[in-house]
């Protein structure tokens, strides 16, 4: 009887080994918990992950563990640190679930994709610390915002993923040729807006629309649409562009003539090469004018008279 217990015991301590070996090989051949740390890829298109086994507990030390991970360059360089020398962390706080990042001023030189793969590659990395649910960034104690004085908000690592189940690496950069407005208001500008990012699950011609309710980014260029205007739908069919605007586009706070506005949809849109004439609508509505002296239920197309001379793009 002592042996069969013998026996019975021995057999349970080799499983136990056995299990234990397994895990370790699970990690590379060492104990510890295994994490993903984030990078961004060399080419700045997409983040990347690797494997990174620790056998801290404590969420104070594995948190600079990780930030460490996150600003340790590579020993063959095939992927980007978010933290190696841009920006710096000058603090963070661990409430409620919610850790918060506060970044030096050197943050606000980051922008476009680059942006929003650092971004995404800290807050996955981050989202693994037990206890930590949401993630938010700071700016010198400053809520993060966006280019157009947004703030970013809280962000989870689901943030990254977008509806359709593609992840941040959707994101593209494209080259916009855009006309706005001169200083007087009766003349268009071009303005060439390179590297724009942009989610590809949008079209360009939405993304097109969407820049010009924004607004130019060059000197000497002006708004034309309202910037409250809400963009309802862009579609295109057999070369013609439908863009269905609300109610706020037919309000004109700017001083702009109302064939500027116009064109400046048009021209802007006809330099897709799958557009060449542009349909305007309100609430799906056609049956009306623009500021009473252009009628929308008319197919736009290109118009080059109205541009300044020589335009004035950077």
Do not use: W
Not at 14 to 19: E, F, H, N, S, T
Not at 115 to 129: N, Y
Request: charged share 20%.
């Amino acid at each position: 009887m002592k042996r069969t217990r013998l026996g019975f015991s021995c057999m349970v301590l080799m499983m136990g080994l056995c299990l234990c070996t397994a895990c370790a090989n699970r990690n590379g051949g060492q104990e510890g918990t295994a994490y993903q740390i984030y990078y961004v890829s060399n080419d700045e298109t997409k983040i990347v992950e690797r494997e990174y086994v620790s056998q801290t507990t404590d969420t104070e030390l594995l948190f600079e563990e990780m930030m460490g991970q996150l600003a340790t360059i590579p020993e063959k360089i095939d992927y980007e640190t978010p933290l190696a020398t841009e920006i710096a962390v000058r603090g963070h706080t661990l409430e409620n679930g919610l850790l918060t990042l506060d970044f030096d001023e050197s943050y606000k030189n980051l922008y476009g994709i680059r942006e929003i793969l650092v971004r995404a590659s800290i807050v996955r990395t981050m989202a693994q610390l037990p206890g930590v649910e949401r993630v938010a960034f700071t700016v010198g104690g400053e809520q993060l915002t966006d280019r157009m004085g947004t703030a970013v908000g809280i962000m989870t690592a689901d943030t990254f993923i977008e509806n359709a189940g593609n992840e941040i690496n959707a994101y593209e950069k494209v080259n916009l040729r855009l006309y706005f407005a001169n200083e007087t208001g009766d003349r268009l500008v071009e303005e060439n807006r390179r590297n724009v990012v942009y989610n590809s699950n949008i079209s360009l011609e939405k993304l097109v629309v969407e820049k010009l309710v924004e607004g130019p980014m060059i000197e000497g260029a002006y708004p034309t649409i309202n910037p409250t205007t809400r963009i309802i739908s862009v579609t295109v069919q057999d070369g013609t562009c439908y863009v269905n605007l609300n109610n706020d586009f037919l309000s004109q706070p700017y001083n702009v003539a109302s064939d500027v506005t116009i064109y400046s949809i048009t021209n802007s849109l006809a330099e897709l090469p799958n557009v060449n004439r542009v349909q305007i609508s309100i609430n799906g509505e056609t049956n009306l004018s623009y500021r009473e002296n252009m009628s929308l239920n008319t197919l736009f197309e290109r118009n080059l008279d109205i541009l300044v001379s020589g335009g004035n793009g950077q």
